[in-house]
């Protein structure tokens, strides 16, 4: 069985720093990209971040550049985000997905349509200020 499972949510001050987690099984994790996307109330989900580690690309949406970082432990099938120097509106339920195509992946968390393979439940992420 194929799961995406997300932790590390949770209540943090502006200003806080968080660190989610997405743990990968039923897949041969080497072989797929993973994203994190959120989704606040009242809004459309958008891409945050996403990595592939075996075409060595990462991407991070504006929103978040030198805030946030993505890094992937293929040893643990897990992809982390660091997330720094929260703001209010980063308030959202954070999901990680994955994917094979690299460029499905990119191009998702760029903004685009692309139907990625699995996805997870997702954890909530609450920054105040």
């Known amino acids: 069985e194929v799961q995406l499972v997300e932790s590390g949510g949770g209540l943090v001050q502006a200003g806080g720093s968080l660190r989610l987690s997405c743990v990968a099984s039923?897949?041969?994790?080497?072989?797929?990209?993973i994203g994190w996307f959120r989704q606040a109330p009242g809004k459309e989900r958008e891409g945050v971040s996403c990595?592939?580690?075996?075409?060595?690309?990462?991407y991070y949406a504006d929103s978040v550049k030198g805030r946030f970082t993505i890094s992937s432990d293929n040893a643990e099938n897990t992809v982390y985000l660091q997330m720094n120097s929260l703001k209010p509106e980063d308030t959202a339920v954070y999901y990680c997905?994955?994917?094979?195509?690299?460029?499905?992946?990119?191009?998702?968390?760029?903004?685009?349509?692309?139907?990625?393979?699995?996805w997870g439940k997702g954890t909530l992420v609450t920054v105040s200020s």
């Open positions: 039923g897949f041969t994790f080497d072989d797929y990209a």
């Open positions: 997905a994955a994917d094979r195509s690299t460029i499905g992946t990119m191009h998702t968390c760029q903004g685009g349509s692309y139907d990625l393979d699995y």
């Open positions: 990595i592939s580690s075996k075409d060595d690309r990462t």
